[in-house]
């Protein structure tokens, strides 16, 4: 296999693998960005997942089409409102923010789960059959070699991840609210002294995590497995997590992040393909994921501070 | 007769303490009007609830006559409160603009116009001389130009009432002055002032009248004309407080400290201590002075084992501690009183009872073969709190609960009472009111009494001429000279602190 | 609060009701897969239904009952609970059991054990093990037969001794018909990663395979979806997905841009545990419990073969599906398991 | 403080009776009836001596790898890692169980040992990375449970075992195994782990609360560089912490390898123990006493969810959600006090 060849496998793998983990990390940029850790975002991709495909089964009929694009806004909507579990919790109530993103993550599982043994009276739904369509992206794709590797046979929502990672960019570097939100996360009460609301940016942030983790779930569940069951999400949302830390809470980093660990899964699948390393143990190429995410950090992405705040509930006047 | 402000009959308390009871504070409109207390005596409050941070229990604020219920910042702001915070509200990430126009940002679009923004931030900061860098990063500004941008973000948000509370503690001698000469600036262009400032130098310089507090209550306003530093000081303590550091005269014995051709880098790899050579005797305080930025924390962190050092010697006692790892060094006999407490002096969300073992808590009789003895620790805590008079109510209570200068005191006690053979005290009073401050340079005295060497880093002049029996001046990484302080002035090391010497040697 | 109460020895053995004592009462417990899993639980679950429909039993503790697995720790117990509701003959599902079975069986002498897809050798334990590589045997050989462009693709979910019987028996059916034609074999190193099943299947059918055979649980679904995906990208390309344990004609469904509906599922390999759960319940009721026996399900007892939606496989690969069908159960052909 | 005592011991009460009260809610909504769905969990969870016996051999690994998560948390680390820990663990103990036969005395023990030095190598590494590179440790953890599934996978096939899925059963000198449980409880699978675990919490307890490493670990997790100026080593602490929250994972996974399954297999996934642990350690506080109270009712739901769809016909998800619910209400404990607070001064 030439070089070339490889790379029209990579690349397009990174992208449908990245394209939930990029929606997913970008919306964990927003809550951890305004001082709200998320390990919640797991569960969250499961709402996400779980409405996606209810959605789907229940309106392809209606919407025909534009079902899965309806679906994922469902999704969006869902897991937002669900994000506001975590929102309170660690908002409001002041609870420790892990504590409550794992809350949420178990409950996520045991009532998508619940709902849908009591909806489909087994363990997981029907399979959609309206999902996204592979395409070529014209112009870009009859460029010749880049066109094939980048421009052919991907998702729209990959495509769509990438762009909005650069509108999160904007929005978070560029926007008063981006500015705001950083505040928050950095120095609450340096923020809370200029008259910025920060348990309004802080909800707004975790909101934002939750819809974006919808999406995520949702384009997941609609490209991927197509159903919804206990497996469907299993541990995505962490590696998610992952590309935010990895690209050092950046909305720019965490796509970088997500796209290596999409390039690592798909060099690991190649692998297998290559004729002088098919005689070594498949574990190596099972683990060379996560040992290249290991070496990538040490190596040269190394230490990063995350937002001052993180982690802190705010409470007026506290030492 | 007009008030800008009057806040009448404040009452706030914090779970199992009153802060502020029955305080009453009226400033004139074009006035400098200093708040004087204790460390702990309740004015950081006062002004958090002027400012809206908290809600008062009880009493009433009238701003221009008007009375006003202050349940936010937002509503200061608009009514023309601007604060300058005690511990800076700055995002140390940001730029000097974006710390400035945040919450207020000019928009081109949807985005902020950072453009229109730098240029809004150079006409005030021009207009009132206070002079930033709008695209620096905060992080990497001195402590001054960090003051001026919590000016500026007053000033930007329109302020005609601005609350200074503590400015001049972190500042030195030389930004000091400028500050003050911010200060008339601002009441020249019709602005009122709050100042909070343990410096009874300072009141009697600038301020029209003063109202002084004592442990939450309000004791009275006089007018400065009318007062003297000594009155203040007895108004606020209670007692009569003596200025002059009584000493003898020192009777300095052997080398303890030796350092020679020390050169130290800083984490960018500039080297920030350049070939010193200085050295430290029994029964001697050596004060050092200069301006901030010129060596003095990597000098201290280089002494102490927390920075490498690249090349030369430090020896203690005539044993080589170059580059030894704190605790051997520790062990050797060094106390360390350092220059930020919250992050190095203090495990904040320790009690304060197990902070007063923090270097010792691994030997006898703390503890033994590797385990605790929790109540030897706080025999020992409560003795050390009862005897530097730290005010906490109890040994459990965790660090982070106590004021500032309570915490120094803590520090001190734990540092002093390992009777080190060199004691470094860097900035020891920073922030502490007159009080604290007398007690505390009676200790340093103590110890060189007792023969021990102690090394005293500090901005204020006063407290270096003061406290020390010999002055070493640090430039640029270097100790440009060595002063006598009874035969100096302030004028001259201020001239040596900003490099005269070494020009004229230059030339 | 959950201390207290530990006093209630003698409460607990009442627990377990007898019985209808004429009744023969049948049980199962599911891998982690659970009752539902369109798969070999599911099956297993109809069996024992069939089983019980046909003898006029009620589902329930005193007819035929099944307990599902949250995780491998529930299996033991989840077997125990059974046994101790006196159930005469109870099916542990799933090689993932082999162990608990075990355990159970030296503990419960007197209650009647079958493993599914697992050898246990106990007196009081029948194991069901089915001829796996003979069905994907004949479905290599519909590979084999239908691919265009020689080259074929494997996924596996986890590398283990069930699964290589699966790959074994394609790669020997394929070249049995087709000598030139290669086949490419990955493993995802779980049955649960969807999203690396549809990597893998993009990988295959990009560098030139057209059929893909999965023995990969959920992973599988990802094969499909990237199959569905390429064919509606470009309708005339012909590629195709070989489905397992049941018929997974549905799984294959598709619509192109235009609305039209297509299917992409060649065949199946199907494993009809429920043809030999219901058989293994019936023999136990008569009197007949194979202890102690390894039964193994092939094609000569209707439990292993192809699936019936057959209408992708033209009639010449049907003739030969029958003719290596016929090899195999006379002993001509024996497939190989590893 | 005294008030605050009390408080501390019943806001979990609280969540607990609030979640319970949450799920019969959610049972009723659905059309299950929360009485004979709770009849059944409670059944399922202490009913006879059966079902005790199993509740204590579910919460032993619980508690360990509770104990694993909350010592590097109140250390200033959070380790997503102990499932992989307890992967590798698992892994060690049985293979020390089935590489030599030795006598019980010395077999068992190292069984345990080897574990725990597996879950502490484990550990080590993202300790390792974090205090010499600065490398979040988060990341690192979750990438090191992929690869002890993998590894280990591999292993148990091509080292363990002649291609096969399942290993030899451990040595009986290897296991944990009590006859005399097994005969108190009906032949459930409790074991003389559950001593372990108890160890395991009183060293956790003794060591961070009661020595001088503890002292320094607790100091290094709230503030490096106060730790760095009394002269602690900073960095050695940070991998410390990671590897005896690693070993304390170890060990679970030996709990599962020489207790409950004696064997080890190939595994399609996660265990669920590590993330289990980690909301084991946050309702209990990530205190080893609450900890042991965390695990015993964790344990006893998971136990007891196996009986609900059968005896009930409620789905056993309805657990998890109740489990999530007393972790959201036990994480909100400040609105709770708030609430008490409020119903104190009123009563007054
Ligand atoms: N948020 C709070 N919670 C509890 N107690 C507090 C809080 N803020 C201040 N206090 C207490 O209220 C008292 C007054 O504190 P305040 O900070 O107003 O003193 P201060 O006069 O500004 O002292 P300093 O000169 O050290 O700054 C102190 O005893 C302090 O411990
Ligand atoms: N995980 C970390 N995150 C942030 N800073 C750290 C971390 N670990 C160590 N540091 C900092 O790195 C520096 C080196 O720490 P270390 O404990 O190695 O001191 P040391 O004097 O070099 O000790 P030794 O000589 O025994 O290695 C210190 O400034 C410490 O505060
Ligand atoms: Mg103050
Ligand atoms: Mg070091």
Redesign the interface.
């Given at each position: 296999m030439s070089i070339l060849q490889a790379l029209e496998i990579i690349i397009p793998t990174a992208l449908f693998v990245a394209a939930p983990l990029i929606f997913t990390a970008l919306g964990g940029v927003f809550s951890e960005r305004s001082g709200v850790v998320n390990i919640g975002l797991e569960g969250l991709m499961i709402i996400g997942a779980f409405v996606g495909i209810v959605f789907n089964l229940q309106f392809d009929d209606i919407l025909g089409k534009a079902t899965p694009w309806f679906a994922i806004l469902a999704a969006m909507v869902a897991a937002a409102l669900f994000s506001l579990l975590h929102a309170v919790a660690s908002i409001t109530f002041k609870a420790d923010q892990v504590v409550s993103g794992v809350a949420i993550n178990f409950l996520a599982l045991g009532l998508s789960l619940f709902l849908v043994k009591n909806i489909y009276e087994k363990g997981q739904t029907d399979r959609i059959s309206t999902s996204f369509n592979k395409m070529d992206i014209p112009l870009l794709s009859d460029i010749p070699v880049i066109g094939k590797i980048f421009f052919s046979g991907g998702y729209i929502t990959s495509y769509l991840a990438i762009i909005l990672a650069v509108i999160v960019w904007y929005v978070i570097y560029k926007t008063p609210f981006g500015l705001r939100l950083r505040s928050v996360g950095e120095h609450p009460m340096a923020a809370d002294t200029m008259g910025i609301n920060v348990t309004r940016m802080r909800y707004i942030g975790v909101l934002l995590s939750g819809a974006f983790a919808g999406i995520g779930g949702a384009v997941y569940a609609t490209i991927i497995s197509r159903d919804f069951s206990h497996a469907t999400i299993s541990g995505q949302g962490f590696m998610a997590l992952a590309a935010v830390i990895f690209g050092k809470w950046h909305p720019l980093g965490a796509m970088g992040a997500a796209l290596f660990f999409g390039l690592a899964q798909g060099l690991s699948i190649i692998g297998g393909t290559i004729p002088f390393l098919k005689d070594i143990p498949s574990v190596y190429l099972l683990i060379l994921p996560y040992v290249l995410t290991i070496l990538a950090l040490t190596g040269f992405i190394g230490r990063a501070d995350s937002p001052k705040a993180l982690g802190t509930p705010y409470e007026k006047g506290k030492r | 007769m007009n008030y800008v402000i009057e806040m009448l009959n404040i009452r706030k308390e914090f779970p199992g303490i009153i802060a502020n009871d029955n305080i009453t504070l009226q400033v004139k409109k074009g006035e400098i009007h200093a708040l004087l207390g204790e460390n702990g005596a309740g004015k950081s409050t006062l002004m958090n609830v002027l400012f809206g941070l908290y809600q008062p229990e009880k009493g009433e604020i009238r701003v221009n006559g008007k009375k006003v219920n202050i349940t936010n910042p937002n509503i200061a702001n608009d009514l023309g409160i601007g604060m300058v915070h005690q511990h800076f509200m700055l995002v140390n990430t940001f730029t000097v603009t974006e710390n400035i126009i945040l919450g207020n940002e000019p928009k081109k679009g949807i985005s902020v116009s950072i453009k229109e923004a730098e240029k809004q931030v150079k006409e005030i900061s021009e207009r009132y001389g206070l002079a930033v860098d709008p695209t620096a990063k905060v992080s990497d500004i001195s402590v001054g130009m960090q003051q001026r941008v919590e000016i500026l973000k007053t000033l930007y948000r329109g302020a005609e009432i601005l609350i200074f509370d503590e400015p001049t503690a972190v500042l030195t001698p030389q930004e000091i002055k400028e500050l003050i000469q911010i200060l008339k600036t601002l009441i020249k262009e019709g602005k009122s002032i709050i100042l909070i400032t343990h410096k009874l130098k300072e009141i009697m310089e600038v301020c029209d009248r003063v109202t002084v507090i004592r442990k939450g209550e309000g004791i009275g306003t006089v007018d400065v004309a009318n007062t003297n530093p000594n009155e203040l000081a007895s108004l606020m303590v209670g007692r009569e407080v003596s200025f002059k550091t009584d000493k003898t005269t020192a009777k300095p014995k052997d080398d303890v400290l030796t350092i020679t051709d020390l050169i130290v880098k800083d984490n960018r790899q500039v080297p920030m201590v350049n070939s010193l050579t200085l050295s430290v005797r029994s029964g001697e305080i050596v004060g050092i002075a200069g301006v901030d930025g010129n060596g003095q924390s990597e000098l201290i962190e280089a002494i102490t084992g927390l920075r490498k050092v690249a090349s030369g010697t430090i020896k203690l006692n005539n044993k080589e501690i170059t580059n030894m790892h704190p605790r051997k060094i520790t062990e050797t006999g060094v106390g360390h009183i350092p220059q930020d407490r919250h992050k190095h002096g203090l495990v904040l969300d320790f009690p304060i009872g197990e902070n007063m073992v923090l270097q010792t808590y691994y030997k006898q009789p703390f503890s033994k073969i590797g385990v605790l003895n929790f109540k030897t620790i706080y025999d020992k805590a409560k003795s050390l709190i009862k005897e530097f008079d730290v005010r906490t109510p109890s040994t459990s209570t965790l660090a982070r609960a106590l004021s500032g200068g309570n915490q120094q005191k803590a520090i001190i006690g734990r540092e002093v009472d390992r009777n080190p053979d060199l004691l470094i005290a860097a900035q020891p009073t920073r922030g502490l009111d007159v009080g604290a401050i007398e007690f505390i340079h009676s200790r340093l005295i103590e110890q060189r009494d007792n023969g021990k060497a102690v090394l005293l880093i500090s901005f204020e002049l006063d407290e270096i001429i003061n406290v020390s029996d010999r002055i070493a001046v640090i430039y640029e990484g270097e100790i440009v000279d060595i002063v006598d302080p009874k035969q100096t002035t302030e004028q001259e090391l201020g001239l040596l602190m900003a490099g005269s010497k070494r020009q004229k040697e230059g030339n | 609060g959950c201390g207290g109460g530990n006093n209630d020895e003698g409460a607990g053995s009442e627990g377990g009701k007898e019985a209808a004592d004429d009744q023969f009462t049948v049980a199962m417990v599911t891998d982690v897969g659970g009752v539902d899993d369109k798969s070999f639980n599911q099956s297993a679950w109809e069996g024992l239904q069939a089983f019980g429909e046909e003898n006029g039993l009620e589902k329930g503790t005193d007819g035929y009952d099944y307990s599902q697995s949250q995780s491998d720790a529930d299996y033991v117990t989840n077997l125990n609970t059974l046994a101790r509701k006196n159930f005469d003959l109870i099916y542990g599902i799933g090689y993932l059991l082999q162990p608990a079975v075990e355990e159970i069986a030296e503990q419960q002498k007197d209650t009647h054990f079958a493993i599914v897809d697992s050898v246990v050798e106990k007196p009081n334990v029948a194991s069901i093990t089915f001829k796996e590589h003979q069905g994907s045997y004949l479905v290599g050989v519909v590979a084999g037969l239908t691919t265009k462009t020689n080259k074929v693709g494997f996924v596996g979910g986890v590398e283990g001794d069930l699964i290589k019987k699966f790959e074994v028996g394609f790669v020997e059916g394929v070249k049995a018909v087709n000598p030139d034609a290669t086949v490419d074999v990955q493993y995802a190193g779980a049955f649960d990663a969807a999203d690396k099943g549809k990597a893998i299947a993009s990988s295959m059918y990009g560098s030139g395979a057209d059929i893909i055979y999965h023995a990969a649980g959920g992973t599988g679904n990802g094969v499909f979806s990237e199959a569905i995906d390429l064919k509606v990208q470009d309708p005339d390309r012909e590629l195709w997905v070989i489905g397992v344990d049941k018929d997974q004609h549905e799984e294959g469904n598709g619509k192109t841009k235009d609305g039209e509906e297509f299917n992409i599922t060649l065949t199946s390999m199907v494993k009809r545990v429920d043809v030999a759960v219901q058989d293994l319940s019936e023999k136990a009721k008569a009197g007949e419990f194979p202890g102690g026996e390894v039964i193994e399900y092939g094609i000569e007892e209707e439990a292993i073969g192809i699936s019936p939606s057959d209408e992708h496989l033209s009639e010449e690969v049907k003739a030969k599906v029958k003719e290596y069908e016929e090899k195999i159960v006379n002993g001509e052909i024996e497939v190989p398991t590893k | 403080m005294n008030l605050n005592r009390y408080m501390n011991l019943l806001i979990p009460?609280i969540a607990?009776i609030l979640g319970i009260l949450c799920g019969a809610i959610?049972m009723l909504v659905?059309g299950y009836n929360p009485i004979a769905g709770y009849n059944a969990l409670w059944?399922g969870?202490?009913?006879?001596?059966?079902?005790?016996g199993?509740t204590v051999?579910?919460l032993t690994p619980y508690i360990l790898t509770g104990l694993a998560v909350a010592f590097a948390y109140r250390t200033g680390l959070?380790n997503?890692g102990v499932e992989g820990q307890v992967i590798v663990g698992w892994f060690a103990a049985v293979w020390v169980g089935v590489a030599f036969e030795l006598p019980a005395f010395i077999h068992l023990p190292l069984a345990i040992i080897v574990a725990a030095l597996a879950g502490a190598l484990w550990g080590f590494?993202p300790g390792l990375?974090k205090a010499r590179?600065?490398?979040?440790e988060?990341?690192?953890t979750?990438?090191?449970n992929?690869?002890a599934l993998?590894?280990t996978?591999?292993l148990i096939?091509?080292v363990l075992t002649d291609?096969?899925?399942?290993s030899e059963?451990v040595y009986p000198s290897a296991s944990l195994r009590s006859e005399f449980f097994e005969n108190?409880t009906?032949?459930?699978?409790m074991h003389n782990g559950i001593f372990i675990a108890l160890i395991a919490a009183f060293i956790m307890w003794f060591l961070l609360e009661?020595?001088?490493?503890?002292?320094e670990l607790?100091?290094v997790g709230?503030?490096h560089?106060?730790?760095?100026?009394?002269?602690?080593?900073v960095n050695r602490n940070i991998i410390l912490s990671m590897v005896i929250s690693g070993a304390f994972a170890g060990v679970a996974g030996a709990m599962?390898g020489l207790g409950?399954?004696?064997?080890v297999?190939?595994?399609?996934?996660?265990?669920?123990i590590g993330f289990d642990g980690?909301?084991v350690a946050?309702i209990g506080g990530n205190a080893a006493i609450g900890i042991l109270?965390s695990a015993?009712?964790f344990g006893?739901l998971?136990?007891g969810?196996?009986?609900m769809?059968?005896e009930a016909g409620v789905?056993?998800?309805?657990?998890?959600?109740i489990?999530?619910?007393i972790?959201?209400f036990?994480?909100?404990?400040?609105?709770i006090r708030w609430i008490l607070l409020r119903f104190k001064k009123e009563g007054k």
């Amino acid at each position: 296999m030439s070089i070339l060849q490889a790379l029209e496998i990579i690349i397009p793998t990174a992208l449908f693998v990245a394209a939930p983990l990029i929606f997913t990390a970008l919306g964990g940029v927003f809550s951890e960005r305004s001082g709200v850790v998320n390990i919640g975002l797991e569960g969250l991709m499961i709402i996400g997942a779980f409405v996606g495909i209810v959605f789907n089964l229940q309106f392809d009929d209606i919407l025909g089409k534009a079902t899965p694009w309806f679906a994922i806004l469902a999704a969006m909507v869902a897991a937002a409102l669900f994000s506001l579990l975590h929102a309170v919790a660690s908002i409001t109530f002041k609870a420790d923010q892990v504590v409550s993103g794992v809350a949420i993550n178990f409950l996520a599982l045991g009532l998508s789960l619940f709902l849908v043994k009591n909806i489909y009276e087994k363990g997981q739904t029907d399979r959609i059959s309206t999902s996204f369509n592979k395409m070529d992206i014209p112009l870009l794709s009859d460029i010749p070699v880049i066109g094939k590797i980048f421009f052919s046979g991907g998702y729209i929502t990959s495509y769509l991840a990438i762009i909005l990672a650069v509108i999160v960019w904007y929005v978070i570097y560029k926007t008063p609210f981006g500015l705001r939100l950083r505040s928050v996360g950095e120095h609450p009460m340096a923020a809370d002294t200029m008259g910025i609301n920060v348990t309004r940016m802080r909800y707004i942030g975790v909101l934002l995590s939750g819809a974006f983790a919808g999406i995520g779930g949702a384009v997941y569940a609609t490209i991927i497995s197509r159903d919804f069951s206990h497996a469907t999400i299993s541990g995505q949302g962490f590696m998610a997590l992952a590309a935010v830390i990895f690209g050092k809470w950046h909305p720019l980093g965490a796509m970088g992040a997500a796209l290596f660990f999409g390039l690592a899964q798909g060099l690991s699948i190649i692998g297998g393909t290559i004729p002088f390393l098919k005689d070594i143990p498949s574990v190596y190429l099972l683990i060379l994921p996560y040992v290249l995410t290991i070496l990538a950090l040490t190596g040269f992405i190394g230490r990063a501070d995350s937002p001052k705040a993180l982690g802190t509930p705010y409470e007026k006047g506290k030492r | 007769m007009n008030y800008v402000i009057e806040m009448l009959n404040i009452r706030k308390e914090f779970p199992g303490i009153i802060a502020n009871d029955n305080i009453t504070l009226q400033v004139k409109k074009g006035e400098i009007h200093a708040l004087l207390g204790e460390n702990g005596a309740g004015k950081s409050t006062l002004m958090n609830v002027l400012f809206g941070l908290y809600q008062p229990e009880k009493g009433e604020i009238r701003v221009n006559g008007k009375k006003v219920n202050i349940t936010n910042p937002n509503i200061a702001n608009d009514l023309g409160i601007g604060m300058v915070h005690q511990h800076f509200m700055l995002v140390n990430t940001f730029t000097v603009t974006e710390n400035i126009i945040l919450g207020n940002e000019p928009k081109k679009g949807i985005s902020v116009s950072i453009k229109e923004a730098e240029k809004q931030v150079k006409e005030i900061s021009e207009r009132y001389g206070l002079a930033v860098d709008p695209t620096a990063k905060v992080s990497d500004i001195s402590v001054g130009m960090q003051q001026r941008v919590e000016i500026l973000k007053t000033l930007y948000r329109g302020a005609e009432i601005l609350i200074f509370d503590e400015p001049t503690a972190v500042l030195t001698p030389q930004e000091i002055k400028e500050l003050i000469q911010i200060l008339k600036t601002l009441i020249k262009e019709g602005k009122s002032i709050i100042l909070i400032t343990h410096k009874l130098k300072e009141i009697m310089e600038v301020c029209d009248r003063v109202t002084v507090i004592r442990k939450g209550e309000g004791i009275g306003t006089v007018d400065v004309a009318n007062t003297n530093p000594n009155e203040l000081a007895s108004l606020m303590v209670g007692r009569e407080v003596s200025f002059k550091t009584d000493k003898t005269t020192a009777k300095p014995k052997d080398d303890v400290l030796t350092i020679t051709d020390l050169i130290v880098k800083d984490n960018r790899q500039v080297p920030m201590v350049n070939s010193l050579t200085l050295s430290v005797r029994s029964g001697e305080i050596v004060g050092i002075a200069g301006v901030d930025g010129n060596g003095q924390s990597e000098l201290i962190e280089a002494i102490t084992g927390l920075r490498k050092v690249a090349s030369g010697t430090i020896k203690l006692n005539n044993k080589e501690i170059t580059n030894m790892h704190p605790r051997k060094i520790t062990e050797t006999g060094v106390g360390h009183i350092p220059q930020d407490r919250h992050k190095h002096g203090l495990v904040l969300d320790f009690p304060i009872g197990e902070n007063m073992v923090l270097q010792t808590y691994y030997k006898q009789p703390f503890s033994k073969i590797g385990v605790l003895n929790f109540k030897t620790i706080y025999d020992k805590a409560k003795s050390l709190i009862k005897e530097f008079d730290v005010r906490t109510p109890s040994t459990s209570t965790l660090a982070r609960a106590l004021s500032g200068g309570n915490q120094q005191k803590a520090i001190i006690g734990r540092e002093v009472d390992r009777n080190p053979d060199l004691l470094i005290a860097a900035q020891p009073t920073r922030g502490l009111d007159v009080g604290a401050i007398e007690f505390i340079h009676s200790r340093l005295i103590e110890q060189r009494d007792n023969g021990k060497a102690v090394l005293l880093i500090s901005f204020e002049l006063d407290e270096i001429i003061n406290v020390s029996d010999r002055i070493a001046v640090i430039y640029e990484g270097e100790i440009v000279d060595i002063v006598d302080p009874k035969q100096t002035t302030e004028q001259e090391l201020g001239l040596l602190m900003a490099g005269s010497k070494r020009q004229k040697e230059g030339n | 609060g959950c201390g207290g109460g530990n006093n209630d020895e003698g409460a607990g053995s009442e627990g377990g009701k007898e019985a209808a004592d004429d009744q023969f009462t049948v049980a199962m417990v599911t891998d982690v897969g659970g009752v539902d899993d369109k798969s070999f639980n599911q099956s297993a679950w109809e069996g024992l239904q069939a089983f019980g429909e046909e003898n006029g039993l009620e589902k329930g503790t005193d007819g035929y009952d099944y307990s599902q697995s949250q995780s491998d720790a529930d299996y033991v117990t989840n077997l125990n609970t059974l046994a101790r509701k006196n159930f005469d003959l109870i099916y542990g599902i799933g090689y993932l059991l082999q162990p608990a079975v075990e355990e159970i069986a030296e503990q419960q002498k007197d209650t009647h054990f079958a493993i599914v897809d697992s050898v246990v050798e106990k007196p009081n334990v029948a194991s069901i093990t089915f001829k796996e590589h003979q069905g994907s045997y004949l479905v290599g050989v519909v590979a084999g037969l239908t691919t265009k462009t020689n080259k074929v693709g494997f996924v596996g979910g986890v590398e283990g001794d069930l699964i290589k019987k699966f790959e074994v028996g394609f790669v020997e059916g394929v070249k049995a018909v087709n000598p030139d034609a290669t086949v490419d074999v990955q493993y995802a190193g779980a049955f649960d990663a969807a999203d690396k099943g549809k990597a893998i299947a993009s990988s295959m059918y990009g560098s030139g395979a057209d059929i893909i055979y999965h023995a990969a649980g959920g992973t599988g679904n990802g094969v499909f979806s990237e199959a569905i995906d390429l064919k509606v990208q470009d309708p005339d390309r012909e590629l195709w997905v070989i489905g397992v344990d049941k018929d997974q004609h549905e799984e294959g469904n598709g619509k192109t841009k235009d609305g039209e509906e297509f299917n992409i599922t060649l065949t199946s390999m199907v494993k009809r545990v429920d043809v030999a759960v219901q058989d293994l319940s019936e023999k136990a009721k008569a009197g007949e419990f194979p202890g102690g026996e390894v039964i193994e399900y092939g094609i000569e007892e209707e439990a292993i073969g192809i699936s019936p939606s057959d209408e992708h496989l033209s009639e010449e690969v049907k003739a030969k599906v029958k003719e290596y069908e016929e090899k195999i159960v006379n002993g001509e052909i024996e497939v190989p398991t590893k | 403080m005294n008030l605050n005592r009390y408080m501390n011991l019943l806001i979990p009460v609280i969540a607990v009776i609030l979640g319970i009260l949450c799920g019969a809610i959610i049972m009723l909504v659905s059309g299950y009836n929360p009485i004979a769905g709770y009849n059944a969990l409670w059944y399922g969870m202490f009913g006879d001596s059966y079902y005790i016996g199993e509740t204590v051999r579910q919460l032993t690994p619980y508690i360990l790898t509770g104990l694993a998560v909350a010592f590097a948390y109140r250390t200033g680390l959070f380790n997503i890692g102990v499932e992989g820990q307890v992967i590798v663990g698992w892994f060690a103990a049985v293979w020390v169980g089935v590489a030599f036969e030795l006598p019980a005395f010395i077999h068992l023990p190292l069984a345990i040992i080897v574990a725990a030095l597996a879950g502490a190598l484990w550990g080590f590494v993202p300790g390792l990375l974090k205090a010499r590179f600065k490398v979040h440790e988060v990341i690192v953890t979750i990438m090191m449970n992929y690869i002890a599934l993998h590894v280990t996978n591999y292993l148990i096939r091509n080292v363990l075992t002649d291609n096969s899925d399942t290993s030899e059963k451990v040595y009986p000198s290897a296991s944990l195994r009590s006859e005399f449980f097994e005969n108190i409880t009906d032949y459930s699978r409790m074991h003389n782990g559950i001593f372990i675990a108890l160890i395991a919490a009183f060293i956790m307890w003794f060591l961070l609360e009661k020595t001088t490493k503890g002292f320094e670990l607790r100091a290094v997790g709230f503030n490096h560089d106060a730790a760095h100026y009394a002269g602690m080593n900073v960095n050695r602490n940070i991998i410390l912490s990671m590897v005896i929250s690693g070993a304390f994972a170890g060990v679970a996974g030996a709990m599962e390898g020489l207790g409950t399954f004696e064997y080890v297999s190939v595994k399609s996934g996660f265990t669920g123990i590590g993330f289990d642990g980690i909301a084991v350690a946050l309702i209990g506080g990530n205190a080893a006493i609450g900890i042991l109270f965390s695990a015993a009712l964790f344990g006893g739901l998971k136990v007891g969810a196996l009986n609900m769809p059968s005896e009930a016909g409620v789905p056993n998800e309805l657990v998890e959600i109740i489990i999530a619910l007393i972790i959201f209400f036990v994480a909100s404990s400040y609105f709770i006090r708030w609430i008490l607070l409020r119903f104190k001064k009123e009563g007054k």
